[in-house]
């Protein structure tokens, strides 16, 4: 059948209408809307999930927060304070180390490429370690869903070095020892359970 000419002449001022009235909506939740088209959509929008860590609003994450031992530390702290750095320097060693990340070029400068959590947590190490030579990665584990962790060995001076990174539900359970201030003490259940509701 034909489209009644009358049609188009009805409809555009209707979606219109409908258009403001999102776009007013949604101005008084405060939203900000790049591209107008997604009013359409957004408008009748009831629950947005939203990512806290800047990966969305950034396309980046930033380490903000450290737990080392049974405190937590701002990274500024870490660098400003190295002796902090040596106490716990096992951990930043994993962070530099046990990770998936390619180097590229973006704007004439070297980034990393991959997974934002890992560029998060390299670039915090970097950060607290910025002299540390590279050591050869000798081989890898690579993170799958039945794990929920990765691991890396390295090649040191002193001999190997078997790096792990993963869901703190599942690589707490392995551990026996915690470093606490630069001394390796047993991981008792109460430390484990504060380190578990710490990242809720």
């Known amino acids: 059948g034909e ?3 009358g049609l188009p002449q009805i409809a ?10 999102a776009t007013q909506r949604m ?3 405060n939203v900000l809307i790049r591209h107008l088209p997604a009013i359409g959509t957004l408008g009748a929008t009831n629950v947005i999930c939203t990512d806290k ?8 994450m930033v380490v903000k927060q ?20 040596q106490r716990y320097l096992p951990f930043f060693l994993i962070a530099r180390l046990c990770h998936d990340l390619k180097e590229g070029e973006q704007e004439g400068a070297s980034v990393f490429l991959g997974d934002p959590m890992e560029i998060a947590l390299v670039e915090m190490a970097q950060m607290v370690l910025p002299t540390m030579a590279e050591p050869h990665r000798v081989d890898e584990v690579p993170f799958d869903a039945d794990r929920m962790r990765m691991s890396t060995v390295h090649t040191l001076s002193d001999g190997p070095l078997l ?18 201030d630069g001394e390796a003490r047993p991981f008792t259940p109460e430390l484990r359970g504060k380190i578990l509701a710490a990242q809720e």
Do not use: D
């Open 3 to 5: 489209i009644p000419t």
């Open 12 to 21: 555009l001022p209707t979606l219109t209408l409908a258009l403001v009235l």
């Open 27 to 29: 101005a008084r939740r």
């Open 53 to 60: 860590t800047g990966t969305l609003t950034q396309n980046r």
């Open 66 to 85: 450290i737990l080392l031992g049974e405190q937590h530390y701002s990274v500024g702290e870490v660098v400003a304070g190295q002796a902090l750095a």
């Open 163 to 180: 790096c792990c990174k993963g869901a703190p539900e599942t690589v707490t359970p392995l551990c026996t020892r915690v470093l606490v």
